[in-house]
């Protein structure tokens, strides 16, 4: 998956300037907008790298700055330094060796069930992020901002969960039919943003977000409603054992079939991206909407398309965390899911394999992180704080290469 | 449709002149709303029953006895007034012309109180409170949405407003509680959120980053970064850290004694107080001085700002910055301003809704204090009505001001459209 990124043939180089004519003008953002997308996933993997490390160091500093062993020793810095040192090191050590543990291998572990259930948490905490994340991608791919996966998820879980727990349907045919519901329901809840923009040019990005919410408040009402819920607390009832994903290592561990979904899907997210005619029409109007409609394609109907194709991966999501991980709905169901989504899709540079490797990294860190809470006290949020600076970051390699003094690629080019 | 549609981000006047169509969007939706309202409130609405409103507090020199009204009858009338309002703007609209937003908000608030009628029928609840918790709940929603706007008429978009709310909220609790003095804590909370704006803008304006994706993870690490110390630092030493003094109430001498209105306006803190003043001051900044006019041709069109030698960078520096502490301000609210502590995400979407705000107020001052009004009003009606128990679930309360913003940037409740050139990096070339 190295190609892609090129423009298709016929499309024009991204218009620099403005131009006067309207309809130009929105190729010209449609352009610039995938450049942009471009540029974020075009950067080296050595930037990648050290952006994380960046990130890291940066969290080291926080953790150091409010680490109490540490403020003791500051105390009498210039008597003893070395103290100040090691306890910096040691609290920065024991985080970081906690999130190590708590994410992929717990080497303290006394038998091998306890040494591997990080590692299989932490595939299981990915699975939601990197199908989320697919469906994200394909709408970034298509220069559409879809910010609102979080709603999507949300419905989707919640059709799933209903069929999971309203409809009793037959082994194997009731676990389908689940499935297909968080599918549909994702990719209707998108539909409208995409029907939106394409009917009236609403805004995506402000129609998602406001979906989003729209989507946890109905939810919430529906837990209050008998169809959903039975006692008085806010939860749905459980999932039919015959719609809930099949546990692959056992009953000692979560991980569940959702994550070969997770596969799957991102083996069909390749093959619609870069060998299918729909997602040739997606990269095109991404790259330059308006080279697009010269060539004959709708762009209005390509919106809609992209926009069902990227709600339906975020309802698959909210479908294998209802019918594999929870078994039930609450309102927090998407926890923070959709936002992560976004992160993970960016720092996967909108491609497969990337988003496969950053989900797992992701879910690696929300497993992990709290691990770290627990063992350390160090608050699991500060996560979220490397998260987010990884992705700007990696989203601004000129500041990478300011920070660690490289030189930039293009003064290399002159030198060779 | 056609493709001109599909992102009509220019002006167009051309479109406007040439292709002006009679639009009759605004009217069917309001007679739409007006029949329903004189349907399912009036006519449908319970018989024999009386809705009392409360119209002076306690303190009042004027006292005025509440209201009671009755359900039914009242509630039919102000349905049919909302419908002579509707067949009104048909006939604007039949001019070929906007339905203005007056007629919009006068129609607005004669069909909430035919809800209110209808809802609080048989019960009673005090008009001045709910105006006053309105106006309270608006505050942090005002304060962002002009953060919001003063971003985007340089051409900068601030989805970040939520962050900025979030890390003004700390500040001003974390400062307050160290000095022991709520005002001190209001002086923070804009400083704060600077790191926020001060990192929208190194990664928008100087690095070129997608603003809509700097903004959406900006707010994912002020999440983290306050909740990250709120939980390693805040709660060890909530006495000395997160105990903060608030704002104190005070009333306008004369002017906070006017019946109903008085309370509403004039018995507030003194950040409601800034809030009128920083309406006042952003719309004549951006329209009627010279950096007004420089700032929105940024957003408009930056090259041409550029040609005239406005620097485009720096202006949007600046106004990324001071976007940001404005909204910062409208931080402190949640926590000085109202509870007193800092609790983790306690900004909870309300960054979102102030997005919503500055959207539907159209990128201007007065129309995003309008919007954010709305939409306390909204939110504090929902609080009430939760109270009251009425038929009607306050999660549908709570969606309504997320729905009614896409209805507005679809086009359905008049047209909207934000800076031209906002969401786009500006290199110079």
Sequence with gaps: MSEQQAPPPGAAAPVPTRSADPAEHT?????????????????????????FVLALVIGAVLIIAVDDDVAAAAGYLFARPADFFSAAWSAVADAYSALFRGAVINYRADDLAGVIHPLTETLTAATPLIIAALGVAVGFRAGLFNIGAQGQVIMGATVSGLVGFAWHLPVGIHLVVALLGGVVAGGLWAGIAGFLKARTGAHEVIVTIMLNYVALYLLQYLLTTSLFSTGNQPKSRSVDPSAQLPLLLGDQFRLNAGFLLAILAAVFVWWLMTRSTIGFRFRAVGSNAHAARTAGMSVTATFVLVMVVSGALAGLAGATQVLGTEKFLTDGIAGTLGFDAITVALLGRSKPLGIFLAGLLYGGLNVGGRVMEVSTGTPIDIVLVIQSLVVLFIAAPPLVRAVFRLPSPETKEVAA | MTATDVAPARPAPSAAVVGRTVSYKVPVALGVLGLAALVLFGLLGPAGETTTFGVSGASDLVRIDPLELPSRATAVVLSVV???????????????????????????VVWVLAFLTWAVAGKSTSLVSLLQGSLLLAVPLAFGALGGLLNERAGVVNIAIEGQLLTGAFGAAVIGSVTGNAYVGLVAAPVFALVIGAMLALFTVKYHVNQIIVGVVLNVFAVGLTSFLYGSVLKEDAARLNSPPRLEVLPVPGL?????????????????????????????????????????????????ADT????????????????????????????????????????AGKGYIALAAMILGRWSPVGALTAALLFGFADKLQQVLGVLQTPIPNQFMLMLPYIVTIFAVAGLVGRVRGPAAAGEPYEKG
């Design chain 2, 308 to 347: 005239v030698g406005i620097d485009v960078e720096r202006t949007r520096w600046h106004n990324v910055l001071l976007g940001s502490a404005v909204a910062g301000l409208g931080g402190a609210f949640f926590t000085i301003g109202s509870v007193g502590a800092f609790g983790e995400e306690m900004t």
């Design chain 1, 27 to 51: 190729a010209g953002t449609g352009g610039r907008a995938s450049q942009v997308l471009r540029e974020v996933s075009t950067g080296s993997l050595g930037v990648t790298v050290l952006a």
């Design chain 2, 256 to 304: 906070s004694q006017i019946p109903v209105l008085g309370p509403v306006l004039f018995r507030q803190t003194i950040i409601v107080y800034l809030l009128y003043v920083a309406v006042v001051v952003v719309s004549v900044a951006l329209f009627r001085t010279r950096w007004g006019l420089r700032v929105r041709a940024v957003g408009e069109y930056p090259q041409a």
């Design chain 2, 82 to 108: 909302a419908l002579l309002l509707a067949a009104y703007s048909a006939v604007v609209a039949r001019a070929s012309r906007e339905v203005p937003v007056w007629l919009v908000t006068v129609f607005g």
